[in-house]
């Protein structure tokens, strides 16, 4: 009895220090992003900030944002200096290279912006600590070099302080956690689970240590617990593998996404001690590409339904929380979603956690873009980029497949120039390194390439590839939208073995523009849906074509563009705001079969300019059989929509009208609600504004002033417009206005402009804008929209109602091409009448824009 008291009272006094021992083993991680201090090379001052953190916010206002160094630091005090722990440094992204120091010393550097990378600062860490970061968008060798979209610099994602015990799980292996799971075999009936682990030791002893693997199953009910011993030296990385078999496993799928949970721990097998924990989830899908049959998954067809997603939102850029990217995947999964192309670099974690978890199937790939250059050290950078992603996102069952080039002839010499056969061999070069280390890293999975518009990627061996993603943009770059059609016919005429994913297709749209006779290239609202009405019908009921990702899931940042919508790529089925536009439901009605549809598609333009008698189409989107329209309370009548939308063709009143679009869905009443103003259109003698977007069949509303320009239109009796003249356009960004496509369109060689109006005393405003000068454009336009040199050196007079107001004139006088010219003018009008008169003296006169107001 005594010596049980006696152990009793020993083993109280232990219980303390167990506890202590087991709470110091455990790995312990906590953010460190407040806190920092931040300057530019250029600047002196140092500025408080937290990261995550951008310094090219410059991007939203200029061309040619900053690009160079910057510098980052952090001061913390450590109460107690962990004794006997390895602490890491553990650094999510940081764009494009960063360089280390940890109080002095120099811990280690990082060649590229979109991976994470980790460093062991266990023998520089101290009480007192300072942390400092050199950060550079600049480098050259370090992919992307040319792409369209912005390079953020900046540490842009999560810090991490990690401390474990001596034997941990490996954390060096390119940012990884050293833990990888890979199912080799899945079916119904079995499924086969391989999990590596990668242990160190850096104790100064040899270690005897047990990994342990539990299994839960998506109910969070353990299945299987497996053990494994094994010998460690010091200082020694060890790698075991376990693998065992599932029975009757639940399927992953993005209808099902159901998820196993692993639990991996590293402990004493003596004292018990757990060492080391890390959790990852996996689940249990097979998949396959056929150049005949497409996509299946889990032995069934499945077509891949999905958009790019670019990772920017202002006025943060890149510099993104967590729940902003578990945001986005929310939306684009409601939005009937199954896929996602991760363009075109690896994102945040925090993205492909939720794809596992809400069921999006994706493609990840590195930013090889345009072309491959001839830099020393390139080629290593990309494949060490290649091999981080794929080891960081290894255990996340929502990928399917790894990409690493994107369009990369784009800018390469044509095979005419002298110097395309060693830019074709040094990308074919790398291609076939970089084809290889991915099948090295994972088996599994299918290397997938995006080529553009050109069949020289199968002539000159980058065909090595599983899949071939095709950016196709035909309609809105180049040719007509049937051309699209017939490209991925005479491809799968070519190569009928081969499986073809739509990797890119868009059009681009500006809430401002809109037109009842859209083309390509107006950018209005309604050419985007008619382009978008066009090639997914197509892709749909086309068997071989495995799916689709559109272009893009945002408006996003893009510092070098122009077009209507300076420093945006505006083909996005949302805002970069992430509110959807109207052309967002067509996907919605397309793709979601397990929910009604209805929207009325005019919340993108629910302001209107004209006659009321005057018919004004209303377009719903639905997956509705039939669909009544209610303007005011009154039926219009019903109509049976095909290719998952009808368009009604309405009179309005001025003013406001509520429209309710009703229908049927297996008994259940679904209805859509807007409210949508007409405006009448202008009267002169009442003193309204007459403003005309020259040149243009576009209607544009000013988001500053709310005033709308417009379309364009042959003079006649007792109303308005041009006499004579050619319509032209440019994607040339335009100077000094916020109204940039006014005078992206306009009117040349005209001979008057005239406008019937009362007698008496006129404001006449007068935009134009010389382009003969026009900015160099992206590659990726392809040469489309810039015709700016059709008015070179031009000069012209001007009268107005018989004054003459402007003299061996050009909006271009004094240096100011591509700048916004508008000027007004005081007229008398005395004959019911305001004719404006070109006198060319010189090259083409031209007028973008004329706005008329009574005084």
Not at 793 to 822: K, L, M
């Amino acid at each position: 009895m005594k010596i049980m008291t006696r152990l009793k009272t020993k083993l109280s006094a232990l219980l303390p220090f167990i506890g202590l021992l087991c709470a110091q083993a455990q790995r312990d991680m906590k953010t460190i992003n407040d806190g920092w201090f931040f300057r530019k090379a250029s600047t002196e001052n140092w500025q408080p900030v937290n990261v995550p953190h951008t310094y090219n916010l410059d991007a939203y206002s200029q061309r040619n944002y900053y690009m160079g160094k910057a510098f980052y630091r952090k001061s913390f005090v450590l109460p107690d200096v962990p004794q006997g722990k390895r602490c890491f440094l553990k650094i999510d992204a940081a764009s494009k290279a960063a360089d280390l120091t940890l109080n002095g010393q120099k811990i280690g550097s990082h060649a590229g912006g979109y991976s994470a990378f980790t460093f062991d600062i266990t023998p520089y860490i101290q009480k007192n600590n300072t942390i400092e970061i050199t950060v550079d968008n600049s480098r050259k060798d370090i992919t992307p070099i040319s792409a369209d979209f912005t390079f953020w610099g900046g540490i842009y994602r999560d810090v991490w302080l990690i401390t474990t015990s001596e034997q941990h799980f490996n954390l060096l292996n390119h940012g990884s956690d050293g833990i990888f799971i890979s199912t080799p075999h899945v079916d119904e009936k079995e499924a086969t689970i391989e999990i590596r682990s990668e242990i160190t030791n850096d104790a100064t002893e040899k270690a005897t240590l047990e990994v342990i693997h539990q299994i839960y199953d998506p109910q969070g009910k353990l299945q299987q617990t497996l053990k494994q011993l094994l010998s460690v030296k010091a200082g020694e990385t060890q790698t075991v593998r376990k693998t065992s078999a599932i029975g009757q496993p639940q399927l992953w799928s993005p209808e099902s996404p159901r998820l196993y949970e692993i639990v991996t721990t590293l402990r004493n097998p003596k004292t018990g001690m757990e060492l080391d924990r890390s959790t990852h989830k996996t689940g249990f899908r097979w998949f396959s590409f056929d150049g005949e049959k497409g996509f299946s998954l889990n032995g069934k067809p499945y077509k891949l339904r999905g958009v790019n997603r670019h990772q920017d939102q202002a006025p943060v850029g890149v510099a993104l929380d967590d729940e902003a990217h578990r945001r986005d995947i929310r939306l684009i999964k409601e939005m009937g979603c199954n896929f996602i192309r991760i363009a075109h670099y690896p994102q945040d974690d925090a993205l492909v956690e939720a794809c596992d978890e809400m069921g999006l199937l994706a493609w990840e790939e590195i930013p090889i873009i345009n072309i491959v250059p001839d830099t020393p050290g390139y080629d290593d950078n990309c494949e060490t980029n290649l091999t981080e992603m794929i080891r960081q996102h290894y255990n996340h069952p929502s990928i399917i497949a790894w990409g690493y080039m994107n369009e990369i002839l784009l800018t390469a010499p044509g095979p005419d120039r002298p110097e395309w056969p060693a830019c074709r061999e040094r990308t074919v070069k790398l291609a076939q390194r970089l084809e290889k280390t991915l099948k090295q890293e994972d088996p599994y999975r299918a290397s997938v390439m995006a080529f553009n518009m050109t069949n020289l990627y199968n002539e000159i061996g980058l065909d090595l590839v599983d899949v071939s993603g095709w950016n196709l943009y035909h309609g809105w770059y180049v040719g007509q939208l049937n051309d699209f059609n017939r490209w991925m016919e005479d491809q799968h005429a070519r190569y009928p073995k081969r499986p073809t994913i739509i990797s890119e297709w868009g059009a681009g749209s500006d809430r401002r523009l809109h037109s009842k006779h859209p083309k390509a290239f107006d950018f209005s609202i309604e050419y985007q849906q008619t382009y978008v009405e066009h090639y997914l019908p197509f892709i749909e009921g086309t068997e071989y074509i495995s799916g689709c990702t559109y272009w893009n899931f945002i408006d996003f940042n893009v510092a070098a563009r122009q077009e209507s919508m300076p420093r945006v790529n505006n083909k996005g089925l949302f805002y970069n705001d992430r509110t959807p536009k109207d052309v967002s439901y067509y996907f919605k009605a397309m793709w979601r079969k397990d929910t009604p549809v209805l929207h009325i598609a005019s919340r993108d333009w629910p302001v209107r300019t004209g006659d009321k008698n005057e018919k004004h189409p209303v377009k719903i989107y639905t997956n509705l059989d039939e669909v009544e329209l209610i303007i005011n309370g009154k039926s219009i009548g019903k109509q049976r929509p095909a290719n998952c939308h009808t368009v009604f063709n309405v009179t309005l009143p001025y003013g406001t009208s509520t429209l309710k679009a009703q229908g049927d869905k297996n008994g259940q009443m679904v209805e859509d609600v807007m409210v949508l103003r007409l405006d009448a259109m202008p009267d002169l003698a009442k003193g309204d504004e007459l403003a005309i977007n020259v040149g243009s069949d576009c209607a544009f509303t000013s988001d500053v002033s709310g005033l709308t320009w417009l379309p364009d239109q042959p003079y006649s009796k007792g109303s308005w417009g041009y006499i004579e003249g050619k319509a032209r356009s440019t994607t040339s960004e335009i100077e000094n206005t916020t109204d940039g496509p006014l005078y992206q369109t306009w009117r040349e060689n005209l001979r008057a402009y005239q406008i019937d109006a009362p007698s008496g005393t006129y404001e006449v405003e007068l935009l134009m804008a010389d382009v003969s000068r026009s900015r160099p454009q992206l590659a990726n336009l392809l040469g489309r929209g810039d015709d700016g040199q059709a008015i070179a050196d031009s000069r012209f007079n001007i009268t107005i109602c018989g004054r003459r107001v402007e003299t061996d004139f050009s909006p271009a006088d004094g240096g100011h091409y591509r700048q916004a010219f508008r000027r007004r003018y005081i007229i008398q009008n005395k004959e019911n009448k305001i004719d404006v008169l070109f006198e060319t003296l010189k090259g083409k006169c031209h007028l973008a824009g004329i706005k008329i107001r009574k005084l």
